[in-house]
Nanobody
């Protein structure tokens, strides 16, 4: 059984930083692309970062480019999301997810991911 267990998050001030972690059990992340999504109240879930299974390519939408960084530690089977220069509009529940395709390129749509973390709240006060 595959499980993604998230940690990190919380309440911070605008301009602060946070790091989210996603420990994966039952699946070796070195063979799967991983993504981080977020969902704010009343909005659809959107991707904020993705990384290929090889770690060689990353993706960020313009809204977070230059502020967020996705990384992976294959030895710990864990994916991270570093959030810097946080803004109030970054407030949302953040989810990590594993691509359903073995050694596939990263995807930007939620439907391409088959296992999800439990979600963690990030609240940025201005």
């Amino acid at each position: 059984q595959v499980q993604l267990v998230q940690s990190g998050g919380g309440l911070v001030q605008a301009g602060d930083s946070l790091r989210l972690a996603c420990a994966v059990f039952g699946r070796t992340i070195s063979s799967y692309s991983m993504g981080w999504f977020r969902q704010a109240p009343g909005k659809e879930r959107e991707i904020v970062a993705a990384i290929t299974w090889s770690g060689g390519t990353t993706y960020y939408p313009d809204s977070v480019k230059g502020r967020f960084t996705i990384s992976r530690d294959n030895a710990k089977n864990t994916v991270y999301l570093q959030l810097n220069s946080l803004k109030s509009e970054d407030t949302a529940v953040y989810y990590c997810a594993s691509d359903r395709q073995w050694r596939g390129n990263f995807k930007v749509v939620a439907g391409a991911y088959d296992y999800w973390g439990q979600g963690t709240q990030v609240t940025v006060s201005s």
